[in-house]
């Protein structure tokens, strides 16, 4: 059996951009990555929404063929989050927090999704990662996303896990966090130490880097004139990275390679509209014509 | 004839770091560019310096193969600077200034220096560069510095010697402050509508971005796990780019590829100690070594 599990938030977002505003947004770490792997392969998707949630955002992530099994209703409202982004992207304000149906989320993963070969722990709460990842049988690669909330409030659960991780996929600031390390590298470094098997640490614009015991990959991010709105983007990255992987089951340092490639592509498209619209329009001609661009921008 | 002439500062650098502190280091742009340019071609150092200048530097520069027949020495102190470095190492304070025999610069370029075919001129007052670069018969390659004072106090100097240049090399901030632009690629587009025929923008620990009117290429710097002291990082990284085109005579798209990654590698070199000091042992096949190893880090 091939596929991906995903399990974390499935919401609706307000956001305020230097440019813009829009309201009512389907996001979610789940839905963003859910919705950028299944460009290369099918996704099971565990998460919870309220009674509110639309029909047609199920047909919306049905018709990309996720798998919507997974995804409990329940009586009360849908997660929703309100940010604003400055004028510098790279910082937002969480202005409201609503986690409505989502605060008694205990996901439960069923008798087939367990077989699952990928799973992606999207960010939230390290306990439940850790009894989440319980349930799978024997996955052959678990990425794993967190915040700097979790590491400042639950080190010792998302240590624990740290092991069952390849890749654990963080931002420079939380992989400094967690390692205790002013240098990227040298955190991350610390962070293989621990056991995490492959670290990759997001650097938005300026692209990704990749640390195994035995390499270092290095790629910069598609240069944009406009990023529209960063939500959704480093699942989406991560989504590109997973859905690679299934759909070539290459998990060697090359595959992962070209699976980052294959995210940074996805992350430069979601960025370019506010949270996930502008995959909905996205076709896999378009992917591969970025990534070719992707070759001839990094090639020398 | 071949080779290289550079106009700059040479001085001598008091430095502190949140690691150490060292005095009487032999800096300056012009420096920090000829010693890394020497590693691949002749260069011919155009500066002045005071009566203090020590015969063992004078005899340092010469033994890397650098023609000292442009350096003029006049009555008084050569250029002091003292600058102290935040815990992030992208921030400094200037502590001290002292101009001393530079602040009567006036670069005068001899006969057969004016007939070489490339041309870096590093950070002084946009209009002496202007007035260098008048000096020389028909360079092919004109590569330029300057920093955020001279855009805010020379704007039209130096717009005016845009046209001139290829590649003008900036980092992110200055960028955007030359264009007025919030986005750095919209910058460095709005940069080369202006005439500039190739624009480079330094990224410190992110690496650099090329604009051509054609094409873009982006690649990392190469990870460390300690940055010692960045002083004189970007002169060396144009040193070991205008060194390669120089030994190569490739002014193409890919040949200028290639330089970028050339003076990436001199510039992760030169950050290992204070000042210039790693460059003093650094052999060629160190460098060669560590080009390998960049290839490593980002085929994919």
Redesign the interface.
């Given at each position: 059996m091939s596929g991906i599990a995903v399990i974390g938030s499935v919401a609706f977002d307000d956001i305020v951009t230097p440019t813009g505003r829009a309201d009512d947004v389907l996001g979610g770490s789940a839905t963003h990555f859910a919705v950028a792997a299944s460009f290369f392969a099918p996704v099971h998707l565990i998460a919870v929404v309220g009674a509110d949630f639309p029909q047609a955002e199920r047909d919306y992530l049905a018709s990309r063929g996720i798998d919507l099994a997974g995804l409990e209703t329940r009586p009360g409202k849908t997660f929703r989050w309100t940010g604003r982004y400055h004028?510098d992207l790279n910082v937002r304000d969480t202005l409201r927090l609503d986690l409505n149906v989502f605060a008694e989320f205990q996901p439960r993963v069923d008798a087939a999704t367990r077989k699952l070969p990928f799973v992606y722990l999207g960010n939230i709460a390290p306990a439940l990662q850790s009894g989440v990842l319980d349930q799978f049988d024997a996955p052959k690669l678990v990425a794993c996303d967190t915040i700097t909330h979790w590491i400042e409030t639950a080190r010792p659960e998302l240590e624990a896990i740290l092991p069952r991780l390849d890749p654990l996929v963080l931002n420079d600031e939380e992989t400094r966090l967690l390692a205790r390390e002013?240098?990227?590298?040298?955190a991350a470094?610390r962070i293989l130490e621990r056991g995490v098997k492959r670290m990759l640490v997001k650097?938005g614009?300026?692209?990704a880097?990749l640390f195994s015991p035995e390499?270092?990959?290095?790629?910069?991010?598609y240069?944009?004139?406009?990023?529209f709105d960063p939500t959704g983007a480093g699942d989406s990255f991560a989504g590109g990275l997973v859905g690679y992987l299934a759909a070539t089951g290459d998990l060697s340092e090359?595959g992962l390679?070209?699976g980052?490639?294959y995210g940074s592509v996805i992350a430069s498209f979601i960025v370019e509209d506010f949270g996930g619209r502008r995959l909905r329009s996205l076709t896999r001609d378009d992917v591969e014509r970025r990534y070719k661009r992707f070759v001839?921008?990094?090639?020398?």
């Open positions: 004028e002013r240098n990227t590298v040298r470094r650097r614009e300026y692209g880097i390499s270092v990959f290095a790629v910069p991010a240069p944009l004139e406009e990023v090359v390679r070209r980052i490639v001839a921008l990094t090639e020398f």
